[in-house]
């Protein structure tokens, strides 16, 4: 189970959420999901860049380094995108669309992730 608070805004990101670590998982990531509800979320590790191709639901992207800083972040990607590359991500959380502007997450905020 995924768990990821953002410590320089003191909320939680995710609480109920899940790891792509694998080659099948990652390249599934959130292909066939219908809903993401606040709390959910998904971890891809290794990771530094994304796209929505074959999903229907926009999401939120936080591109986050080794030291679980958060490096750069993609708003509200709708299905059918490609994300940009960031050379200084490790991993990447893909969350509900709209919890970047709701928590006021930003670049060089401070996570706490526990896998």
């Given at each position: 189970?995924?768990?990821?608070k953002n410590?320089t805004r003191?909320?939680?990101?995710?609480?109920?959420?899940?790891?792509?670590?694998?080659?099948?998982?990652?390249?599934?990531?959130?292909?066939?999901?219908?809903?993401?509800?606040?709390?959910?979320?998904?971890?891809?590790?290794?990771?530094?860049?994304?796209?929505?191709?074959?999903?229907?639901?926009?999401?939120?992207?936080?591109?986050?380094?080794?030291?679980h800083r958060?490096?750069?972040?993609?708003?509200?990607?709708?299905?059918?995108?490609?994300?940009?590359?960031?050379?200084?991500?490790?991993?990447?959380?893909?969350?509900?669309?709209?919890?970047?502007?709701?928590?006021?997450?930003?670049?060089?905020?401070?996570?706490?992730?526990?896998?």
């Open positions: 189970m995924l768990r990821v410590l003191d909320v939680m990101l995710v609480e109920r959420g899940r790891v792509a670590d694998t080659v099948w998982t990652r390249l599934r990531g959130l292909i066939g999901v219908r809903e993401l509800k606040p709390g959910d979320g998904l971890a891809i590790i290794p990771c530094n860049g994304v796209h929505c191709l074959f999903m229907s639901i926009p999401i939120d992207v936080l591109y986050v380094s080794a030291d958060v490096v750069a972040l993609d708003a509200e990607m709708q299905p059918w995108t490609i994300g940009r590359f960031h050379r200084d991500a490790h991993y990447v959380i893909e969350l509900p669309a709209g919890t970047i502007r709701r928590t006021g997450t930003a670049a060089g905020d401070q996570l706490a992730v526990s896998f």
